[in-house]
């Protein structure tokens, strides 16, 4: 029996992170589902069920905080792990982006070196 490689929906308005992170999460076997502002991700989750969210806090529609918020409050989303993955790094950005409803964080610059088996370890280890 096979079983299905996670999908991972990937909120970012930066076509080069997106292009960055989808290289390296489609190496190592998952399914990406892209999505280039907060209004495309909900549109994706009329039709996706993700395993996990990435998402970006700095976006020009609705940043991530408010997304989140609202995936999180939405019964049908609540339980998927949203990870934010951020620039954010000053004090506090952090916890403020755990008090926003994220499940994670992962600050860029990416480590290409460690980010698939931080994406594992949010998962889970599913894979």
């Known amino acids: 029996m096979t079983s299905r490689s996670p999908t991972i929906l990937y909120v970012e308005d930066n076509p080069d992170n997106r292009t ?17 502002s907060a209004s495309h991700a909900v549109q994706a989750l ?6 996990l969210i990435l998402m970006d806090i700095n976006m020009p ?4 905080y408010t997304l ?3 995936l999180k409050r939405d019964p049908r989303m609540h339980t998927i792990p ?3 993955l951020t620039a954010n790094v000053m004090k506090g950005d952090r916890e403020r982006t755990l008090d926003a409803g994220c499940d994670g964080y ?4 990416i480590d290409v070196d460690t980010f698939s088996s931080q994406i594992n370890q949010f998962l889970g280890g599913r894979q």
């Not at 009329?46 to 395993?51: A, K």
């Not at 529609?61 to 991530?64: F, L």
């Not at 992962?106 to 610059?109: G, L």
């Open 20 to 36: 960055l992170v989808r290289r390296i999460l489609m190496a190592e076997g998952f399914q990406v589902v892209e999505a280039e």
């Open 46 to 51: 009329q039709s996706v069920r993700p395993d």
């Open 61 to 64: 529609d609705m940043d991530g």
């Open 68 to 70: 989140t918020g609202r």
């Open 82 to 84: 949203i990870i934010a």
């Open 106 to 109: 992962i600050q860029k610059p």
